[in-house]
C-alpha cells in the first residue's frame, strides 16, 4: 500500500505564489518519475511539470520560468513551486508517482494523490 498526499494549495491573488508538496509513503523501494498534474473544470487533466530520478525535469509551455519542481529522495517527496500565478492557473493539483515496491517488482505508475485545490483570483 502506498499513499501520496498532497499539502500546499490555496487561495492567492494573482502574482502571488505556492508551494505544493506531495509524500509517499508505504512500501516503497524506489520512486521512479513523479510530476504534478492539473485539471480546471470543463478541461481534460494536464502535465504541469515532471522529474525523473536522475532530476531531468519537463514543463508544460504554458508554465515554464514560473513554476520549479523538485525532489528530494530520502523524504519520497516532490515539491511544485509555483511564481508569478495567474487566474488560468487555477485548478485542482494532482501528485502522480511511478514506484517499485521491491527489488522483484515491476514499477506501477498508478498512484495518485487526492488532490490540492489552487485557486488564484484577479
Known amino acids: 500500500q502506498v499513499r501520496l498526499v498532497e499539502s500546499g494549495g490555496g487561495l492567492v491573488q494573482s502574482g502571488g505564489s505556492l508551494r505544493l508538496s506531495c509524500a509517499a509513503s508505504?512500501?516503497?523501494?524506489?520512486?521512479?518519475?513523479m510530476g504534478w498534474y492539473r485539471q480546471a473544470p470543463g478541461n481534460q487533466r494536464e502535465l504541469v511539470a515532471g522529474?525523473?530520478?536522475?532530476?531531468?525535469?519537463n514543463y508544460a509551455d504554458s508554465v515554464k520560468g514560473r513554476f520549479t519542481i523538485s525532489r528530494d529522495n530520502a523524504k519520497n517527496t516532490v515539491y511544485l513551486q509555483m511564481n508569478s500565478l495567474k487566474p488560468e492557473d487555477t485548478a485542482v493539483y494532482y501528485c502522480?508517482?511511478?514506484?517499485?515496491?521491491?527489488?522483484?517488482?515491476?514499477?506501477?505508475?498508478?498512484?495518485w494523490g487526492q488532490g490540492t485545490q489552487v485557486t488564484v483570483s484577479s
Open positions: 502522480n508517482a511511478d514506484i517499485r515496491y521491491s527489488a522483484w517488482s515491476p514499477s506501477k505508475s498508478n498512484h
Open positions: 508505504g512500501t516503497i523501494f524506489s520512486i521512479n518519475a
Open positions: 522529474i525523473n530520478s536522475g532530476g531531468i525535469t
